[in-house]
Structure formats: structure tokens, C-alpha cells
């Protein structure tokens, strides 16, 4: 499958590596296709980068791991077109940096991350998913505790179960489908609750496991 990703940083290549690592094709859209070099490098020939329209075009699923001031800018240049019909994972977080670490929420109830994603791509198919663990363990979630369970959300059931199946490739045993595209709202407070204890302990390989028995 063809993978486009909007976005260069830590999870966009992390996610990158770990599509490749399945089989997949990947490209990168970025503003600066020099600052991926060296992940090239890593990624072999099944992993390249271009702008965010070219990625956009290219990729049968999308993930958008942009920032969140940056991310209906990478949209816009990607072209809405590019996206219809589209699974596109959402890995964002509406965070407010402005006054510091750690941030604010800018998310609310009806008006999540996950919810205006989908408004700006009402033709696209959106899944909220590994917004709320660390990058570096996205593709490889197992940890010495444990294997975390993995929350998503979005309003198309089939495109849900495609999410998982990747994260199963992962190694995610547990993918909890917590209902609607309403429901980003829940997983991006969830986040900031991962990231308050990131920064207070200072530990960011943390991760959460429901326990049900």
C-alpha cells in the first residue's frame, strides 16, 4: 500500500519507518525535503519525501503528523481534493504552547481536533489514532511492563479496522475503539494527561493499559 504522510518531524518519520517495516511505500510531504536525508538514507528505496500535494496524491491512506498551527496550512497544500475517499490517521494534538511548558488544551467538546479534521475533509475517511503515546514507541509498543493498549476514534467502522490491523502488525495487542469522531475530544485530553506526566516525572516512554478483570 501507499502511505503519504504530511509532516517530517520525530512521528512522521517514526511512522514512516514503521509502514516500511510492513512492506509498504512511504512519502513524506514536507516544506524542506533536505531535512529528510538522512532518513532516506534509513529508509531505503521504499521511502521517499516531496511536498505535501505530491505526498497527498501518492499516498492511498494518509497520516497527518503535523504540528497543529501547522496542520489545515498542510492540508490547504496538499489540495482537500487529494484526500476524498481517503483514510486519513489523524496523530495531531491541539496544543497551546504559548505560555510555556507544559501546554494547554485548545481542544473542546464538538470542536476536537479530530472533529475539525473531519469537517475540513468531509470527503475523507478519518481515524484518531497514537496520539497519545510517544513517538518512538507508535511501531513498537512493546515495553518491559507490558504491551499499552492503543485508543482510536472515527466515524467509519472498515476504516477503524484497517487502523488496528496496522497497529496489530506493530505489536499493539489491545486496539480500543472508543466510538466516533466526537470522541477525539476524549483522546486529545487523554494526551495532555500523558504529556502533564511526561513533564512532571520526565519520563516519556509511559503508556496506558486498560484493565478489565
Known amino acids: 500500500m501507499k502511505i503519504g504522510i504530511m509532516g517530517s518531524g520525530v512521528v512522521g518519520q517514526q511512522l514512516g519507518v514503521g509502514f516500511i517495516r510492513l512492506g509498504h511505500e512511504v512519502k513524506i510531504g514536507t516544506r524542506d525535503t533536505a531535512k529528510l536525508n538522512e532518513w532516506k538514507k534509513d529508509a531505503g528505496e521504499k521511502g521517499t519525501a516531496g511536498t505535501f500535494s505530491e505526498a497527498a496524491k501518492f499516498g492511498e491512506l494518509i497520516i497527518l503528523a503535523t504540528l497543529w498551527t501547522g ?3 498542510a492540508i490547504t497544500l496538499a489540495g482537500k481534493e487529494n484526500f476524498s475517499g481517503k483514510i486519513v490517521i489523524d496523530v495531531t494534538n491541539p496544543l ?8 494547554k488544551l485548545k481542544s473542546a467538546p464538538g470542536e476536537s481536533g479530530g472533529e475539525t479534521i473531519q469537517k475540513l475533509l ?17 511501531c513498537n509498543p ?8 492503543l485508543f482510536i476514534a472515527g466515524n467509519d467502522e472498515s476504516a477503524k479496522m484497517k487502523v488496528a490491523s496496522f497497529a496489530e502488525g506493530w505489536g499493539w495487542n489491545s486496539v480500543v475503539d472508543m466510538g466516533d469522531i466526537s470522541k477525539s ?29
Do not use: C, Q
Not at 96 to 103: E, I, L, N, R
Not at 142 to 149: F, L, S
Not at 187 to 208: C, M, Q, R
Open 71 to 73: 496542520t489545515e496550512g
Open 96 to 103: 497551546d504552547f504559548s505560555k510555556g511548558a507544559p501546554p
Open 122 to 138: 468531509p470527503g475523507a475517511k478519518v481515524v484518531k489514532a497514537f496520539n497519545t503515546i510517544s513517538a518512538y514507541i507508535m
Open 142 to 149: 512493546k515495553r518491559e511492563e507490558g504491551v499499552p493498549d
Open 185 to 213: 475530544y476524549l483522546l486529545e485530553t487523554f494526551a495532555l494527561f500523558w504529556i502533564e506526566y511526561g513533564f512532571k516525572y520526565n519520563n516519556w516512554t509511559h503508556a496506558f493499559k486498560l484493565l478489565k478483570k
